[in-house]
């Protein structure tokens, strides 16, 4: 509420008198809109306030917490420093103080409360601090509910300047003086950025906090940078590289040392990590000797400002580098600087000197995390900071504040392991155990594995008698790193051939979890130590029913750290519900309590196969609600392995994802790309000289793929039937890329041109693709077939591929490529082509029948059980498929035949079909159009064009939002007809034209509802939301998901329910057979909506309409509106 000027009265008080104590001044959000006039006279009060004699200052937030009548009889715990490791420490002292005998404040210089800085790079998935916070959400301060309902008194913005062991104080930068009985240094420790000459110009930035990010997504922004180079090539160095790459910004590592990370990897792990990086596009340059950071004006030295532009080397040979920003992450320095203003021992190369309670030289003081010198040693790893705080907050529980916990020795921190595994830009890089004994050690005997062409290396390093496991290095493939690490370091009973322990988990053709040990000590995080032990009680406690990942995430803190051992916590939960006579879920979603083979079993055994061929029939019999995005493709797929109905018919298209539906693949910026079916990799002169000219007619972006077709990108929708119809001229059909089904069968020459091909490759990939085009199931399948054993189409790395011998060919099933490449198995050998395809017919139906949604071959393998003798599942395949072993074959072999005999080109099916085609007009209230053009920038790239970048999140052009949520509220509205009933598909989004505005109106038929939204979905200001799916939660909420993201909005009010992001929504009424739509004046609506306005480009500015004809009709529009103004 405002409060008028003659409520503030004079102090009778001298300005400086320190007995003035802060008041508040409240404004109410829900009576007071924010407005140039508020702003206006909040700030003239904060004026007059000064005037009075009261420091505007005192407006601020108080945080000090009011002292209760027995808190002077409390200890004061005071953390210097509330960072990853000051913050456990907390947590682990609060649950050992459980008689609350202590009080506790902590400091904390960054603008918010503790945060995880080892995901600091997954910050630009979300540029949300909230996702990397240690404990909830933070609030605009930058706080979060913890401190208060814990007691901790958290000052924030506020560094530390001095501390007296003498008297007992701390003091921060804001003058707060608070008396302490413990004090805990958990300052951790700042970049080191050598002295090399130019450090100090603008565009040198360090790589450690939030805010450092954003000043150099600021920079790079306002500069236009395009190449930057980072300082160092350990693990910060290789994140800061993922993070300058986040940035869509040429990335140059620049490492002394002759290899990177060498304190963790060798050579060899070296040449396989810099594979992978380069591979990303990244540049590699090590044995560099940077001599300085020369500036625009081409001057080195340490004094001038000119930003930088260049690396100059003393590298005999070595060029300049080329860049115009410079991140420096060559190593850490502890942050002891206040320990050497006192008498607390601080060791020689820097870092606080501690014992095994990690006590410092002056009583009441400890230190803990990266400022911590142990043993002459600082840990620059969070799973030792973590072991810190535990031994910590035992010892003050027990020492200083007198508890009694019934350990049999005093905690001691003693070292920890330094074994560590982490994804470096996408690659498996772990080290583990002794992973580089000294030269001059005789009992070592090691074992190498390297693969250039796959990009893995794995060394590992036994003793002389090939007895224990010492350590090892595993850079590409480190899926059994939990099993040697326990080896290696715990000890175990090596293999009678311990060179079974070499080979990568991928050459084995492995793809099943890891077994994890039952064993309650085996350490499961070794961020936080959390063990088997630990996470089973934590499911214990939570029950059944209140176990969820999520939870016991939160509660044991297990995969709360890296990350990477969720999947090892995932799979402790689904045993430990089982052992509890729970299960792990295995729903397909809110709508359906069945899994996807399960829900597949009862279509296809249903005595009245007309009561399931429909969603609507299988929701009413086998679920409940309206359906969701998850279910809805789901259900489509099983229909269309089924039935085989056209997608778009009978209001199946409501069912289908975002490419099915447009039977194209949408890309960015809502245009759409093309693949046309080339069985085989055979394609006439012809059919490329019509793929060539409608590409051109078309202005369409082509491109090769890497399975022998030509995908044509950059097509509108409604330009779709038009560039079917000319490539079905010479026969060209759909391909399916958008679609989860067969993809293609490559193919080498074979035996019809090269001179060492055994058999006609080219013909029988033509025949394998011709029978099984069109086939959908539960994700996309991958097929080739090689002429010789020279394999060069890479049958091996398909779902299914076909090697050719002098017999016949030997049949592989189960492979993928992808991020986690699997070999395909061996099912047959010799067999003539009508038995390779009978094979076939059966396990692809079998996969089709039983395989989870979205699960590819290689996994659904990966779980069959096993044959009668003990030989894996390909050995329950060869039972199953060959002898018929469960009785299934004749059913296989039948609904294989069904869907190939009622195969139909999709396309053809539109392109002669006039009510098909309709379905892709861009609005249905006109036959005018948007282009492309007009919705999203095409710049040129190499002679053709394609879409602009996205900016990361965050960023203009981004997560749009309207002004107000209701930004139309005090405009005039009128009924608008958009169309007749039959204009609008059921259960799906349309697209209309307003002006220069796209909406997007929803027939929700199911419910007998209708929406209208705007039709740009403000994630990434794409013009998508009406080919979203809709659907309902389970509290009843109608909502549709966003097409390119996922995103999903509630129909009614345009929220967002999985952000803070919202729509603007529009009110839908019918008369007779008329969509009538509330909406303002055209010209206010283009305003806020218009495309034009909203177009995404390479670079953006405010739209300013002030002067313009444009900004006087609608302030001349508000005048005339019935609304008040207020």
Same mark, same amino acid.
């Given at each position: 509420?405002?409060?008028?000027?003659?409520?503030?009265?004079?102090?009778?008080?001298?300005?400086?008198?320190?007995?003035?104590?802060?008041?508040?001044?409240?404004?109410?959000?829900?009576?007071?809109?924010?407005?140039?006039?508020?702003?206006?006279?909040?700030?003239?009060?904060?004026?007059?306030?000064?005037?009075?004699?009261?420091?505007?200052?005192?407006?601020?937030?108080?945080?000090?917490?009011?002292?209760?009548?027995?808190?002077?009889?409390?200890?004061?715990?005071?953390?210097?420093?509330?960072?990853?490791?000051?913050?456990?420490?907390?947590?682990?002292?609060?649950?050992?103080?459980?008689?609350?005998?202590?009080?506790?404040?902590?400091?904390?210089?960054?603008?918010?409360?503790?945060?995880?800085?080892?995901?600091?790079?997954?910050?630009?998935?979300?540029?949300?601090?909230?996702?990397?916070?240690?404990?909830?959400?933070?609030?605009?301060?930058?706080?979060?509910?913890?401190?208060?309902?814990?007691?901790?008194?958290?000052?924030?913005?506020?560094?530390?300047?001095?501390?007296?062991?003498?008297?007992?104080?701390?003091?921060?930068?804001?003058?707060?003086?608070?008396?302490?009985?413990?004090?805990?240094?958990?300052?951790?420790?700042?970049?080191?950025?050598?002295?090399?000459?130019?450090?100090?110009?603008?565009?040198?930035?360090?790589?450690?906090?939030?805010?450092?990010?954003?000043?150099?997504?600021?920079?790079?922004?306002?500069?236009?940078?395009?190449?930057?180079?980072?300082?160092?090539?350990?693990?910060?160095?290789?994140?800061?590289?993922?993070?300058?790459?986040?940035?869509?910004?040429?990335?140059?590592?620049?490492?002394?040392?002759?290899?990177?990370?060498?304190?963790?990897?060798?050579?060899?792990?070296?040449?396989?990590?810099?594979?992978?990086?380069?591979?990303?596009?990244?540049?590699?340059?090590?044995?560099?000797?940077?001599?300085?950071?020369?500036?625009?004006?081409?001057?080195?030295?340490?004094?001038?400002?000119?930003?930088?532009?260049?690396?100059?080397?003393?590298?005999?040979?070595?060029?300049?580098?080329?860049?115009?920003?410079?991140?420096?992450?060559?190593?850490?320095?502890?942050?002891?600087?206040?320990?050497?203003?006192?008498?607390?021992?601080?060791?020689? $190369? !820097? =870092? +606080?000197? /501690?014992?095994?309670?990690?006590?410092? &030289?002056?009583?009441?003081?400890? %230190?803990?995390?990266?400022?911590?010198?142990?043993?002459?040693?600082?840990?620059?790893?969070?799973?030792?900071?973590?072991?810190?705080?535990?031994?910590?907050?035992?010892?003050?529980?027990?020492?200083?504040?007198?508890?009694?916990?019934?350990?049999?020795?005093?905690?001691?921190?003693?070292?920890?392991?330094?074994?560590?595994?982490?994804?470096?830009?996408?690659?498996?890089?772990?080290?583990?155990?002794?992973?580089?004994?000294?030269?001059?050690?005789?009992?070592?005997?090691?074992?190498?594995?390297?693969?250039?062409?796959?990009?893995?290396?794995?060394?590992?390093?036994?003793?002389?008698?090939?007895?224990?496991? $010492? !350590? =090892? +290095?595993? /850079?590409?493939?480190?899926?059994?790193? &939990?099993?040697?690490?326990?080896? %290696?370091?715990?000890?175990?009973?090596?293999?009678?051939?311990?060179?079974?322990?070499?080979?990568?988990?991928?050459?084995?053709?492995?793809?099943?979890?890891?077994?994890?040990?039952?064993?309650?000590?085996?350490?499961?995080?070794?961020?936080?130590?959390?063990?088997?032990?630990?996470?089973?009680?934590?499911?214990?406690?939570?029950?059944?029913?209140?176990?969820?990942?999520?939870?016991?995430?939160?509660?044991?803190?297990?995969?709360?750290?890296?990350?990477?051992?969720?999947?090892?916590?995932?799979?402790?939960?689904?045993?430990?519900?089982?052992?509890?006579?729970?299960?792990?879920?295995?729903?397909?979603?809110?709508?359906?309590?069945?899994?996807?083979?399960?829900?597949?079993?009862?279509?296809?055994?249903?005595?009245?196969?007309?009561?399931?061929?429909?969603?609507?029939?299988?929701?009413?019999?086998?679920?409940?609600?309206?359906?969701?995005?998850?279910?809805?493709?789901?259900?489509?797929?099983?229909?269309?392995?089924?039935?085989?109905?056209?997608?778009?018919?009978?209001?199946?298209?409501?069912?289908?994802?975002?490419?099915?539906?447009?039977?194209?693949?949408?890309?960015?910026?809502?245009?759409?790309?093309?693949?046309?079916?080339?069985?085989?990799?055979?394609?006439?002169?012809?059919?490329?000289?019509?793929?060539?000219?409608?590409?051109?007619?078309?202005?369409?972006?082509?491109?090769?793929?890497?399975?022998?077709?030509?995908?044509?990108?950059?097509?509108?929708?409604?330009?779709?039937?038009?560039?079917?119809?000319?490539?079905?001229?010479?026969?060209?059909?759909?391909?399916?890329?958008?679609?989860?089904?067969?993809?293609?069968?490559?193919?080498?020459?074979?035996?019809?041109?090269?001179?060492?091909?055994?058999?006609?490759?080219?013909?029988?990939?033509?025949?394998?693709?011709?029978?099984?085009?069109?086939?959908?199931?539960?994700?996309?399948?991958?097929?080739?077939?090689?002429?010789?054993?020279?394999?060069?189409?890479?049958?091996?790395?398909?779902?299914?591929?076909?090697?050719?011998?002098?017999?016949?060919?030997?049949?592989?099933?189960?492979?993928?490529?992808?991020?986690?490449?699997?070999?395909?198995?061996?099912?047959?050998?010799?067999?003539?082509?009508?038995?390779?395809?009978?094979?076939?017919?059966?396990?692809?139906?079998?996969?089709?029948?039983?395989?989870?949604?979205?699960?590819?071959?290689?996994?659904?393998?990966?779980?069959?059980?096993?044959?009668?003798?003990?030989?894996?599942?390909?050995?329950?395949?060869?039972?199953?498929?060959?002898?018929?072993?469960?009785?299934?074959?004749?059913?296989?072999?039948?609904?294989?035949?069904?869907?190939?005999?009622?195969?139909?080109?999709?396309?053809?099916?539109?392109?002669?079909?006039?009510?098909?085609?309709?379905?892709?007009?861009?609005?249905?209230?006109?036959?005018?159009?948007?282009?492309?053009?007009?919705?999203?920038?095409?710049?040129?790239?190499?002679?053709?064009?394609?879409?602009?970048?996205?900016?990361?999140?965050?960023?203009?052009?981004?997560?749009?939002?309207?002004?107000?949520?209701?930004?139309?509220?005090?405009?005039?509205?009128?009924?608008?007809?958009?169309?007749?009933?039959?204009?609008?598909?059921?259960?799906?989004?349309?697209?209309?034209?307003?002006?220069?505005?796209?909406?997007?109106?929803?027939?929700?038929?199911?419910?007998?509802?209708?929406?209208?939204?705007?039709?740009?979905?403000?994630?990434?200001?794409?013009?998508?939301?009406?080919?979203?799916?809709?659907?309902?939660?389970?509290?009843?909420?109608?909502?549709?998901?966003?097409?390119?993201?996922?995103?999903?909005?509630?129909?009614?009010?345009?929220?967002?329910?999985?952000?803070?992001?919202?729509?603007?929504?529009?009110?839908?009424?019918?008369?007779?057979?008329?969509?009538?739509?509330?909406?303002?004046?055209?010209?206010?609506?283009?305003?806020?909506?218009?495309?034009?306005?909203?177009?995404?480009?390479?670079?953006?500015?405010?739209?300013?309409?002030?002067?313009?004809?444009?900004?006087?009709?609608?302030?001349?529009?508000?005048?005339?509106?019935?609304?008040?103004?207020?």
């Amino acid at each position: 509420q405002f409060i008028s000027r003659q409520h503030i009265k004079q102090p009778s008080h001298h300005p400086n008198n320190q007995a003035l104590q802060p008041f508040t001044l409240f404004f109410s959000a829900s009576t007071m809109k924010a407005s140039a006039l508020s702003l206006l006279f909040i700030a003239q009060l904060a004026a007059d306030v000064d005037s009075f004699g009261i420091k505007s200052s005192l407006f601020t937030r108080n945080t000090q917490l009011r002292a209760t009548n027995d808190e002077s009889d409390k200890k004061r715990v005071v953390v210097i420093g509330n960072g990853m490791v000051g913050q456990r420490f907390m947590e682990n002292l609060i649950d050992l103080d459980t008689d609350k005998k202590c009080t506790i404040s902590t400091f904390c210089e960054e603008p918010r409360a503790a945060y995880n800085r080892v995901k600091l790079t997954s910050y630009f998935e979300t540029r949300d601090p909230s996702a990397l916070s240690m404990t909830s959400e933070f609030d605009n301060d930058g706080r979060t509910p913890w401190y208060e309902e814990n007691n901790v008194e958290l000052l924030l913005n506020d560094k530390v300047v001095s501390v007296d062991t003498k008297s007992k104080t701390v003091t921060g930068a804001s003058g707060k003086t608070i008396d302490y009985d413990v004090a805990v240094f958990a300052t951790g420790s700042f970049p080191f950025v050598p002295p090399i000459p130019g450090k100090q110009r603008p565009g040198v930035f360090v790589y450690r906090t939030i805010e450092d990010l954003e000043a150099m997504l600021a920079y790079v922004k306002e500069n236009n940078v395009k190449s930057a180079a980072v300082i160092g090539g350990g693990l910060l160095g290789l994140e800061a590289a993922k993070a300058v790459a986040d940035m869509k910004v040429e990335s140059h590592i620049i490492e002394f040392a002759p290899i990177l990370m060498c304190r963790q990897i060798d050579q060899g792990g070296h040449d396989a990590l810099v594979g992978k990086i380069e591979e990303m596009g990244l540049k590699v340059h090590c044995g560099a000797r940077t001599e300085s950071f020369v500036g625009e004006n081409g001057s080195t030295d340490m004094e001038d400002m000119s930003p930088v532009s260049a690396l100059r080397f003393s590298n005999e040979g070595w060029d300049d580098l080329d860049v115009q920003m410079v991140v420096v992450s060559a190593g850490i320095k502890p942050r002891d600087e206040l320990a050497r203003d006192t008498d607390i021992v601080v060791g020689e $190369r !820097g =870092g +606080i000197v /501690v014992d095994e309670q990690l006590k410092t &030289s002056v009583d009441g003081t400890y %230190a803990i995390g990266e400022i911590a010198l142990y043993n002459n040693f600082i840990y620059g790893l969070i799973a030792p900071g973590y072991d810190m705080a535990g031994v910590c907050s035992k010892i003050v529980a027990q020492e200083q504040l007198g508890y009694d916990l019934g350990l049999e020795e005093t905690p001691a921190f003693t070292g920890a392991d330094l074994s560590t595994k982490l994804k470096l830009l996408g690659c498996d890089v772990a080290s583990f155990g002794e992973n580089q004994p000294p030269p001059d050690d005789a009992d070592v005997s090691d074992l190498v594995w390297n693969d250039p062409i796959g990009g893995i290396y794995r060394k590992l390093i036994f003793n002389k008698a090939g007895t224990r496991l $010492r !350590g =090892g +290095i595993l /850079v590409g493939d480190a899926n059994d790193y &939990s099993k040697l690490h326990k080896l %290696a370091v715990q000890g175990g009973e090596l293999p009678e051939n311990p060179a079974m322990l070499l080979a990568p988990t991928s050459a084995r053709g492995d793809v099943e979890e890891e077994e994890l040990s039952d064993d309650p000590n085996t350490q499961i995080c070794s961020c936080n130590d959390v063990t088997r032990g630990d996470i089973a009680d934590t499911i214990k406690s939570l029950g059944v029913d209140g176990a969820s990942l999520a939870e016991v995430k939160t509660c044991s803190k297990a995969g709360t750290g890296c990350g990477g051992c969720e999947p090892d916590v995932k799979m402790i939960l689904k045993q430990e519900l089982e052992k509890m006579g729970g299960s792990l879920s295995n729903h397909l979603c809110e709508h359906f309590a069945y899994s996807r083979p399960e829900l597949m079993a009862l279509v296809r055994t249903d005595a009245d196969p007309t009561s399931v061929d429909s969603f609507e029939k299988i929701l009413h019999k086998h679920g409940h609600g309206d359906g969701c995005e998850i279910c809805k493709p789901t259900i489509g797929s099983i229909l269309a392995s089924t039935y085989n109905g056209i997608i778009l018919d009978d209001g199946r298209d409501a069912l289908q994802d975002t490419n099915d539906r447009s039977l194209a693949n949408m890309q960015r910026g809502g245009t759409y790309s093309v693949v046309p079916r080339v069985p085989g990799g055979e394609i006439t002169p012809e059919q490329l000289i019509q793929m060539g000219e409608t590409a051109k007619k078309y202005n369409l972006y082509s491109k090769i793929t890497g399975a022998q077709r030509i995908d044509f990108f950059g097509a509108s929708k409604y330009q779709l039937p038009d560039i079917w119809e000319e490539l079905g001229s010479v026969g060209l059909e759909s391909g399916h890329a958008y679609g989860k089904a067969l993809r293609t069968v490559k193919s080498c020459v074979g035996s019809t041109w090269c001179r060492f091909g055994v058999q006609d490759s080219v013909g029988f990939a033509i025949r394998v693709e011709n029978r099984y085009k069109g086939v959908r199931s539960p994700h996309k399948t991958k097929s080739a077939v090689s002429g010789c054993v020279r394999e060069c189409a890479e049958a091996q790395g398909k779902d299914f591929g076909m090697i050719a011998t002098e017999n016949g060919y030997n049949l592989y099933v189960g492979g993928n490529g992808g991020v986690n490449p699997v070999h395909a198995q061996l099912l047959a050998t010799d067999i003539d082509e009508d038995t390779v395809l009978k094979y076939l017919d059966r396990y692809l139906m079998y996969y089709i029948l039983t395989a989870d949604r979205l699960e590819r071959t290689a996994p659904w393998q990966a779980k069959l059980p096993s044959g009668k003798n003990g030989g894996g599942p390909i050995e329950h395949l060869k039972e199953v498929i060959i002898e018929d072993s469960l009785g299934i074959c004749g059913e296989l072999d039948s609904r294989m035949q069904y869907l190939v005999d009622t195969y139909h080109d999709e396309w053809a099916e539109v392109v002669n079909d006039p009510a098909r085609r309709a379905k892709f007009k861009q609005f249905v209230n006109t036959d005018e159009v948007q282009t492309r053009e007009e919705m999203i920038e095409f710049i040129d790239q190499r002679g053709q064009v394609r879409p602009t970048n996205w900016v990361p999140d965050g960023q203009p052009q981004t997560n749009w939002k309207p002004d107000t949520t209701d930004v139309f509220s005090r405009s005039e509205k009128s009924w608008v007809s958009v169309g007749k009933t039959s204009d609008f598909a059921p259960n799906v989004g349309s697209a209309i034209l307003y002006g220069d505005t796209q909406l997007a109106v929803f027939n929700n038929a199911q419910r007998g509802e209708w929406y209208c939204t705007q039709n740009m979905c403000p994630h990434k200001q794409a013009f998508v939301l009406s080919q979203g799916i809709i659907g309902g939660t389970a509290d009843g909420i109608a909502k549709v998901a966003c097409p390119l993201h996922k995103k999903q909005f509630d129909l009614a009010d345009g929220k967002q329910l999985d952000g803070d992001l919202s729509l603007i929504t529009f009110a839908v009424k019918i008369e007779g057979d008329e969509v009538m739509v509330e909406l303002p004046a055209q010209i206010e609506v283009d305003a806020i909506l218009g495309t034009k306005g909203l177009r995404v480009g390479s670079s953006c500015s405010e739209l300013d309409i002030s002067g313009t004809d444009l900004e006087k009709e609608i302030l001349n529009g508000v005048r005339n509106t019935t609304s008040t103004v207020v």
